[in-house]
């Protein structure tokens, strides 16, 4: 195994990469990186700026040129920006129309809050009809309007919308960005590779290996608990790289470390044993390697590894249930979610 480079990046270095990505796109507590560049420095545009950096949604980044801004918000760096005029405060001094550039993808992320960006200037929006108003009626010159109206909207009473959830989370409240992702790539990665290492066996059957391990005075329980072990240790060094590995990088809670740790040996095990099988039945390295991917990942698939089992309607969640996979991650939700021990996961 150590002697594979290739063998090391797939047990040891792409899981986490996985894990990062997966909580990156769909864990919990993501804001937004939301570029932004100011060209004028005018206070009407600064206001804008506060606003926008005082929304608790979004990961602002002041940017300085909008070459750089556009192409953030391209490669994806940045998941939208905003540009604020040279000509902002001009144009609103002078009665006239000031815009103000919004950049984005055509992803849901954006969509959904484009809006929020369309708020806030809706409001400053309103602050500057109010002061022409006032303008106009010869009360009072602008930037002097402007202020008492900014004073008048904060102490005004609007309408007050309060957003409450019922029922139960489905995840629960404080579930971590990567707590979801981590334990599906620790089941998904056990199997996979505990399958795939099933032409392992095959060479070491077609090479004559097995034939000589024979002649000698090993028992065939020894040469079976030999090969299996092997199998149980791979899995095992894996499992613990990347608990270990999530846990320090990703700052994954396992919750109870005794019952997570059994939990951990009985999925090396089904996956040794799982390996140990193809070895026995496939004649084939290549064939062996191959299937070994291709019944790994739709394992993965079927038992909740690659789509939550919370969004999974009932039938699916029975049929879900004929892979270990799913068995695995009902045991780890408990632990990570709900705090159980080892009797909850009994």
Same mark, same amino acid.
């Given at each position: 195994?150590?002697?594979?480079? @290739?063998?090391?990046f797939f047990v040891f270095i792409f899981p986490m990469l996985l894990i990062l990505v997966l909580g990156a796109a769909f864990g919990g507590g993501f804001r937004p990186k939301v570029a932004v560049l100011d060209e004028g420095g005018g206070p009407f545009a600064q206001d804008f700026v506060a606003e926008i950096v005082e929304n608790e949604d979004f990961n602002v980044v002041i940017y300085d040129d909008s070459a750089g801004l556009l192409e953030d918000v391209e490669r994806g760096v940045a998941n939208m920006g905003v540009v604020i005029p040279v000509d902002y405060d001009a144009s609103l001094v002078a009665g006239d129309v000031a815009t103000v ?6 992803? %849901?992320?954006?969509? %959904?809050?484009? @809006?929020?960006? =369309?708020?806030?200037?809706?409001? %400053? ?14 009360? /009072? =010159?602008? =930037?002097?309007?402007?202020? #008492? $109206? ?18 139960? #989370? ?11 992702? /981590?334990? #599906? ?8 590779? @505990?399958? $795939? ?16 391990? &024979? #002649?000698?005075?090993? @028992? ?6 030999? =090969? ?9 060094? %894996? ?6 590995? $999530? ?12 019952? /997570? ?8 095990? &089904?996956? /040794? ?43 699916? &969640? ?14 780890? $939700? ?13």
């Amino acid at each position: 195994l150590v002697r594979d480079p @290739s063998t090391i990046f797939f047990v040891f270095i792409f899981p986490m990469l996985l894990i990062l990505v997966l909580g990156a796109a769909f864990g919990g507590g993501f804001r937004p990186k939301v570029a932004v560049l100011d060209e004028g420095g005018g206070p009407f545009a600064q206001d804008f700026v506060a606003e926008i950096v005082e929304n608790e949604d979004f990961n602002v980044v002041i940017y300085d040129d909008s070459a750089g801004l556009l192409e953030d918000v391209e490669r994806g760096v940045a998941n939208m920006g905003v540009v604020i005029p040279v000509d902002y405060d001009a144009s609103l001094v002078a009665g006239d129309v000031a815009t103000v550039e919004f950049v984005g993808r055509l992803d %849901q992320i954006v969509v %959904q809050y484009r @809006s929020t960006i =369309e708020a806030i200037a809706a409001d %400053q929006s309103a602050v500057f009809r109010a002061a022409r108003f006032v303008e106009d009626e010869g009360l /009072a =010159e602008f =930037e002097e309007a402007v202020d #008492s $109206a900014r004073l008048v909207a904060a102490s005004s009473i609007g309408t007050n919308v309060v957003l409450e959830s019922t029922g139960e #989370s489905v995840f629960g409240e404080d579930l971590g960005q990567f707590d979801l992702g /981590a334990p #599906s790539m620790l089941i998904l990665f056990i199997f996979l590779t @505990s399958l $795939a290492g099933s032409a392992a066996l095959i060479n070491t059957r077609r090479l004559g290996v097995s034939r000589r391990m &024979v #002649s000698t005075p090993t @028992s065939i329980g020894q040469i079976l608990r030999g =090969e299996t072990g092997g199998r149980f240790a791979i899995a095992m060094i %894996q499992g613990l790289f990347i608990m270990v590995g $999530a846990a320090v990088a990703f700052d994954v809670r396992w919750g109870n470390l005794f019952a /997570a740790s059994l939990l951990l040996i009985l999925m090396a095990l &089904v996956g /040794a044993g799982g390996g140990m099988l193809m070895g026995a039945i496939f004649d084939n390295d290549e064939q062996a390697g191959s299937m070994g991917v291709f019944i790994g990942l739709g394992l993965a698939a079927l038992g909740g590894c690659m789509v939550p089992m919370e969004v999974f309607p009932d039938t699916m &969640v029975k049929i879900a249930h004929l892979t270990p996979h799913a068995w695995g991650l009902d045991g780890f $939700a408990e632990l990570i979610r709900r705090g159980g021990t080892v009797a909850d996961i009994g």
